[in-house]
């Protein structure tokens, strides 16, 4: 696996816990530690989208 492959898995790795807390908790960490759509907090927000993105790639890769 290269590391492109898991810098985006551990992103969208804590896209999926941030959402999570969010639909139990109603808890965004995210937010809580950047702020509320700080610029900080949207960076995180688009490397998350953009590692889904880039997961895509892996569901058809042939690599084993």
């Given at each position: 696996m290269k590391i492109v492959d898991k810098i985006a898995l551990i992103l969208i790795i804590i896209?999926?816990?941030?959402?999570g807390l969010i639909g139990f908790f109603n808890f965004?960490?995210?937010d809580t530690i950047f702020?509320?759509?700080?610029?900080l907090s949207r960076i995180i927000y688009a490397?998350?989208?953009i590692s889904g993105l880039w997961a895509i790639k892996l569901?058809?890769?042939d690599s084993e």
């Open positions: 896209g999926a816990i941030n959402w965004n960490l995210v702020g509320t759509m700080s610029i490397l998350v989208g569901l058809f890769s």
